[in-house]
């Protein structure tokens, strides 16, 4: 089992990013998927869960309105739409299987600065 995050970057308050993560080793259109992030000094947060077909299944209180979360089963790919980002949205943002809680991938950076 791998997953691969990639998108992240320096973006200013306000602003968007589209992360993405691409998964192998099982058979991904069969699992929900999930995101977590990572924020400096604390533990590594669940953000955003998506069932099997694209439908939303979770969004923590400190995303939701704001973040979305999509895939395409042909790609095994999972996506986060990040809009309207905030200094405290800063953070190592990682995917992984709903079920699995392992195998974390390297995540990717996604800074919110002015």
């Known amino acids: 089992v791998q997953f691969v995050e990639s998108g992240g970057g320096l973006v200013q308050p306000g602003g968007s990013l589209r992360l993405s993560c691409t998964a192998s080793?099982?058979?991904?259109?069969?699992?929900?998927m999930s995101w977590y992030r990572q924020r400096p000094t604390e533990e590594r947060e669940l953000i955003a869960q998506i069932g099997t077909a694209g439908n939303s299944l979770y969004f923590a209180d400190s995303v939701r309105g704001r973040f979305s979360m999509s895939r395409n089963n042909a790609l095994n790919t999972v996506y986060l739409q990040m809009n309207s980002l905030k200094p405290e949205d800063t953070a190592i943002y990682y995917c992984?299987?709903?079920?699995?809680?392992?195998?974390w991938g390297p995540g990717t950076q996604v800074t919110v600065s002015s």
């Open positions: 992984n299987r709903y079920d699995l809680g392992r195998a």
């Open positions: 080793g099982f058979t991904f259109s069969s699992y929900p």
